[in-house]
Each structure stands twice: as C-alpha cells, then as structure tokens.
Nanobody
C-alpha cells in the first residue's frame, strides 16, 4: 500500500560525502515524521536523524554537524546529506516514515535499505 525506495548509497573515502534519498509512494494521505536509521554489522539499528512534517529535526550525537536531513513534502521524499564521513558511519541506512493512508490507517513503513561504506 505504501512503498519507500532509497537510493544514493555507495563507497566513499573518509572525509567524503554522500546524499541519500528516499521516495514514498502509494496510497498516502499524509506523512508525519520521516527518519533515517542505520545498522552496522553486529549492532542494533539506531536512529540517525528525523524530521517532522513542519521541518523540525533531531540528530544522533554522533552525526550532529556532519549530516543534514531534509524533506520535500510535495514529492513525499526525504534526504540525508552526509558530509565528513567516517569509517564508523559504515552501515546499511534505512528510511522510515509514519504514514496516514487514504484509508485513514496510520502505519510505520520501512525502505529496503541502502549500503554506505566509508573506506580508503
């Protein structure tokens, strides 16, 4: 009913930058919070950044000052600009959205994940 599709991952050297995108599609009436999570091998999934429908943002301490989350409500898309990347940022990054569907059903949806590898 609702699909989230991420793009933009890849291999980058330390100090480099990447921009992730996540487009939501389907029977969407409204998207409330959109967020990025990540999961490194052997570690639990963690919140990286979140943004509300009115643009309020929160970041994990580990990415503050380096990552920027933004969204285009007209395109139902959320972005994550990642600068000054470090090897410890290596993980699978997942998009998450709190969606109210046209059937007036509220649900929590996830993308399939995109790999980000920071290595020289």
């Amino acid at each position: 009913q609702v699909q989230l599709v991420e793009s933009g991952g890849g291999l980058v050297q330390p100090g480099g930058a990447l921009r992730l995108s996540c487009a939501a599609s389907g029977s969407i009436l409204r998207i409330n919070v959109m967020a990025w999570y990540r999961q490194a091998p052997g570690k639990p999934r963690e919140l990286v950044a979140r943004i509300t429908s009115d643009g309020s943002t929160n970041y994990a301490d580990s990415v503050k000052g380096r990552f920027t989350i933004s969204r285009d409500n007209g395109k139902n898309t959320v972005y994550l600009q990642m600068n000054s990347l470090k090897p410890e940022d290596t993980a699978v990054y997942y998009c998450n959205a709190d969606v109210l569907t046209r059937s007036r059903i509220r649900g929590d949806y996830w993308g399939q994940g995109t790999q980000v590898t920071v290595s020289s």
